[in-house]
């Protein structure tokens, strides 16, 4: 269920960022406030993919 979670919550984020990415009006800050929640939603989906690829 946590994997199932992570994917969702890192999909929903992408789609969030694509959307200001392609509006073209963020600013540097803005753009900087996606920093620490991207990397937090890459950093579970190395765990999950690297506990599937233990299976």
């Not at 969030?16 to 406030?33: N, T």
């Amino acid at each position: 269920m946590a994997d199932k979670t992570a994917l969702e919550t890192a999909a929903v984020l992408v789609a969030l960022v694509g959307e200001v990415l392609e509006g073209g009006a963020a600013s540097e800050a803005e753009l900087g406030a996606f920093v620490p929640p991207l990397h937090g939603a890459l950093a579970e989906l190395t765990q999950v993919t690297a506990r599937l690829l233990e299976d």
